[in-house]
Nanobody, 125 residues
Framework: QMQLIESGGGLVQAGGSLRLSCAASGRTFSSYSMGWFRQAPGSEREFVAA????????YYADSAKGRFTISRDNAKNTLYLQMNSLKPEDTAVYYC??????????????????WGQGTQVTVSS
């Protein structure tokens, strides 16, 4: 089983940056595909970015392209989301997720086996 612990959320002014981290337990982190999702109050949890077990395979929602960068450090069992040029509409709880099902679509919530507790990101106008 895997435990995911997120950090790095906070309050930032529009145009600013944050880097979210997701620390994963276990020694098999490198075999998991990882994703970031976000959920605003009253909204569905939506896909933000994902990365396969290989660092070369990354995926982004249209809203994240050009502003967000997903990365991972397998030696540290840690997933990152670098968020630049933040906008008020980025305000949400951000969740990291993990899946051992490497062939399933990374954009789908149902693909993921494990979820973090979420970290709040608030972007002020």
């Amino acid at each position: 089983q895997m435990q995911l612990i997120e950090s790095g959320g906070g309050l930032v002014q529009a145009g600013g940056s944050l880097r979210l981290s997701c620390a994963a337990s276990g020694r098999t982190f490198s075999s998991y595909s990882m994703g970031w999702f976000r959920q605003a109050p009253g909204s569905e949890r939506e896909f933000v970015a994902a990365i396969r077990w290989s660092n070369e395979d990354t995926y982004y929602a249209d809203s994240a392209k050009g502003r967000f960068t997903i990365s991972r450090d397998n030696a540290k069992n840690t997933l990152y989301l670098q968020m630049n040029s933040l906008k008020p509409e980025d305000t949400a709880v951000y969740y990291c997720a993990a899946t051992s099902k490497g062939i399933l679509p990374v954009l789908l919530r149902s693909t993921y086996d494990y979820w973090g507790q979420g970290t709040q990101v608030t972007v002020s106008s």
